[in-house]
């Protein structure tokens, strides 16, 4: 610690400056004080990268990520300002030396135990950091505090700023700029390729070593840079004197292949510590009380006439020597300001407003409303026109097989470019992709309305399904990043939910009563209109803070993955007319599922990846993927057997049955807004997700009894509520779930992988409904049923299917409850991506 300097300010924000605790990549670090009493460690960017827009624009990115990292052994960002002219962000200070004095300076190498527990608390940091959606990428002994009741990680993602500098050749020539330490770079970092949380393993496998033996993984740097580098990148680490017990573990932690590394989940319970063991042994613990002591009560003496505000200079000259910047754990008794109990005017000079790291938009609620707009006219082109396929039939006199293709093209076609969209819409802009969504949809719905002839409505449906899928991910990931609050998170979840989970329901009421009440063209036209007003809301309400990534679009991932659906989704189209065992088939079903791995590969490997490996491999993620596949082969049955019933059976005209859709729409939407929307910031996400999906498990099986009932209010009307609040419960933690812990480039794709996961299981559902008509269509010519009794066998074999309908919800049920294991509102807290604006 040293005193300030006539060329340090003396105030940054609310607190004021009393001492230089040190230098790091970016800047000069202070210990300050808040006029209440608090001790903090304020870290300023240097000016020279306080000029560069895309530094700002990270940097404002990576604090407000770095706010939500919770857990005992990190340290939590608790305040910023990356709009200062100078930008700075400040943290509660731990008083203790780092982990590389203590081993150098102070005490040498740890013994056993102690090392046991650091890796035990490194592990549970890291987890943490993780699940806010940050990768550590420095992680080395100066940026571990060893304090009294164990050690600290700090300084977690804020570095990663750096990097959009670090591929300008300017500034890299003009600072010598390296993202990382290198005795403390796992081998990806050294390549240069695209980072994931199992470099961070890595790094805590050498910064284990380090603690251990005293020594560097890899021996000294002073041999030259370029040689330790290669030493990292090629060859094995020297583990002498590594602990017996901990040596297995750590050759696991430095495997050059980061998905053979353990995650630090893995880590923290193979290194479980002795809770009545001290973590260090009782002298180093009294030297570290003592110090701390004398830390927390510095009060140097500050000259007179020295103002209380004094300007912020335009550079901050860094001394030769590194030394940690602290950070520390977010004190959620204290706040951000003065401590309780504190007079009124403890605020003696209150500075002016600190602006928020991602600044919410103000007019961000009606933003929400207009996604929700644009979404629901996605689901209205899908749903509304499928109620007037036999009109269309009749009007342009298609075959069967016209008609089939007809149907079959809208859904095809969208669940095949869902990735293409996802991906556009990380690597050009969320808002822009809408954009485009919005103007090709209402081109493609005047096309449509148009057609003169069965092929021009095929391309006009086409185009619809393509732009369809560039607007969905687009709007999923601009609620995903646009609503950083806990509680607005989840609301606005809850809002976009209601139209995504029951925009089906509320389009098929409305394509019902166009198809009765005008013709099945306006109900394609109606899509201009809708496209319009969205267009113009999105242009005027729909704000994205950082609207670009910067980085090359993964063109053959974007073909595995875009292929691999199209595969799956025209070979389950194919399955029922063409037969299960013709050749074709199977071989688009396995060419599609092979497709699809080549697709994950792709990720692990990619510099630039739609979805990087960590995410792909989450757990929870996965379980809610899958669950929602499933959930949606169960739930197709819905629409085309009910629908059945109420035009064959009950005799409704198409509007009356559309319209007796709507009260199924009316629950969804209370199932997401007012119950799984509160439940998520109380409760798990798996709590809501497990119980939506066994209320529409439910639903589907009181549905098995169309047959035996007669009548809309008791045989079809407790089933659809049933089943809507189930799934707007369930859809809300699956938003939130895929979504949340992304980082906001990646954010695209993360949605666009919650709707291919269920295009997919609609195809597979619609599959297995037309093979299970089929069957008993061909048993019923083949026998002498009597005309008149052929609508009643049939309805029969379609209420058998809501049996599997709902098995296929339970199995759905039973991955979440063996998946999904998120102990907390993890898309508010824990795995909140980095915010977008």
């Known amino acids: 610690m040293d005193q300030l300097t006539a060329e340090d300010p003396t105030r940054m924000g609310p607190y004021r400056l009393i001492a230089r605790l040190g230098a790091g990549g970016m800047g000069l670090v202070y210990l300050g004080r808040s006029e209440g009493g608090r001790t903090v460690a304020v870290k300023v960017v240097q000016a020279e990268y306080a000029g560069h827009p895309e530094f700002r624009r990270r940097f404002a990115r990576e604090v407000a990520a770095a706010r939500r990292v919770g857990g005992s052994c990190t340290a939590a960002v608790l305040d910023a300002d990356p709009e200062a002219a100078v930008p700075w962000v400040a943290t509660q200070y731990i008083p203790g030396p780092d982990l590389q004095a203590v081993v150098v300076e102070q005490f040498g190498p740890l013994p056993e135990h102690s090392v046991h527990t650091l890796a035990n608390r490194l592990a549970l940091a890291l987890q943490a950091v993780h699940e806010a959606g940050l990768i550590h990428r420095d992680l080395k002994p100066s940026n571990v505090l060893v304090t009294v009741d164990g050690p600290r990680v700090i300084d977690f993602g804020i570095a990663r700023a750096m990097d959009s500098l670090a591929g300008e050749h300017s500034l890299h020539t003009r600072t010598g700029m390296l993202i990382g330490s290198p005795g403390f770079m796992s081998p990806e970092q050294v390549r240069g390729l695209e980072l994931t949380p199992a470099s961070d393993v890595f790094c805590l496998g050498a910064l284990l070593v380090y603690a251990a033996t005293g020594r560097l993984l890899f021996g000294a740097t002073d041999t030259g840079l370029n040689a330790h580098l290669f030493r990292i990148a090629e060859e094995e680490a020297d583990l002498t004197g590594v602990p017996d017990a901990l040596v297995d573990l750590v050759r696991e932690c430095l495997h050059k292949d980061p998905a053979r590394r353990p995650t630090p989940r893995e880590v923290a319970e193979r290194t479980t510590p002795d809770q009545e063991q001290e973590w260090l042994p009782g002298a180093v613990l009294a030297q570290l009380g003592g110090h701390a002591a004398e830390l927390l009560d510095y009060a140097p003496a500050i000259p007179a006439q020295t103002p209380a505000r004094a300007p912020v200079p335009q550079g901050l000259p860094l001394p030769p020597a590194y030394a940690p910047a602290p950070l520390a754990a977010f004190d959620p008794a204290q706040g951000f300001g003065p401590p309780p109990g504190a007079p009124p005017n403890a605020w003696q000079a209150p500075p002016p407003p600190v602006s928020p790291p ?16 644009a979404q629901l006219l996605v689901l209205i082109q899908a749903a509304a026109f499928n109620v007037a396929i036999p009109s269309v039939q009749g009007d342009l006199h298609l075959s069967t097989d016209g008609a089939r293709t007809l149907a079959g093209a809208y859904g095809i076609a969208f669940g095949a470019a869902l990735l293409i969209g996802g991906h ?25 309305g148009s057609a003169a002839d069965s092929g021009t409505l095929v391309w006009a449906r086409v185009l619809q399904g393509v732009f369809g899928a560039l607007l969905t991910p687009a709007a999923l990931s601009l609620v995903a990043t646009g609503f950083t609050d806990p509680r607005e998170r989840a609301r606005a979840f809850g809002v976009y939910a209601a139209v995504a989970a029951g925009g089906t329901a509320l389009g098929t009421a409305v394509g019902g009563w166009l198809l009765t009440a005008l013709s099945w063209r306006v109900a394609l036209y109606v899509g201009v209109p809708v496209a319009v007003v969205a267009l113009i809301g999105t242009l005027t309400l729909v704000h994205e803070h950082r609207p670009r990534t910067v980085g090359h679009f993964d063109l053959p991932g974007l073909l595995l993955g875009a292929g691999g659906a199209t595969a799956l989704l025209y070979g389950l189209g194919e399955a029922q007319p063409l037969g299960w065992t013709t050749p074709l088939v199977p071989v688009l079903l396995v060419g599609g599922a092979l497709l699809l791995a080549g697709f994950v590969w792709r990720q692990i490997a990619a510099p630039h990846p739609i979805l990087p490996a960590h995410v792909l491999g989450d757990p929870d993620r996965a379980g809610s993927l899958l669950a929602v596949l499933l959930a949606g082969a169960g739930t197709l049955v819905l629409y085309p057997v009910v629908g059945y019933y109420l035009q064959v059976v009950l005799r409704y005209d198409p509007a009356a049955a559309g319209l007796d859709f709507l009260p199924m ?15 998520l910031r109380r409760t798990a996400p798996r709590v809501p997700l497990l119980a939506g999906l066994l209320l529409t498990a439910v639903g589907l099986f009181l549905l098995t009894r169309l047959g035996f009932d007669g009548s809309y209010a008791t045989g079809v009307l407790p089933a659809l509520l049933l089943t809507g609040l189930g799934i707007g419960m369930a859809a809300v933690p699956v938003f939130a779930l895929v979504t949340g812990g992304v980082a906001a480039e990646h954010s695209g794709g993360a949605a666009a992988a919650v709707f291919t996961a269920q295009a997919l299981g609609t195809a597979i559902g619609a599959a297995l409904l037309d093979t299970v008509i089929s069957a008993k269509v061909d048993r019923l010519r083949a026998g002498t049923v009597l005309p008149r009794m052929i609508a009643k066998e049939l309805l029969r074999a379609e209420t058998v299917s809501f049996w599997w309908a709902a098995g296929a919800v339970l199995l759905a049920a039973l991955v979440a409850a063996l998946m999904v294991r998120a102990r907390g509102p993890r898309d508010d807290v824990r795995r909140t991506p980095t915010a977008a604006g």
């Open 665 to 679: 729409a009316a629950a969804v939407a209370v199932g997401s807004t007012q119950v799984s929307a509160r439940l």
């Open 358 to 373: 991602t600044p919410a938009h103000p007019r961000r609620w009606w933003g929400l409303t207009v996604i929700a707009l």
């Open 424 to 448: 556009v819409a990380d690597r050009v802009g969320r808002r822009q992709t809408l954009i485009v969504g919005l103007l090709g949809c209402a081109a493609a719905s005047a096309l449509g």
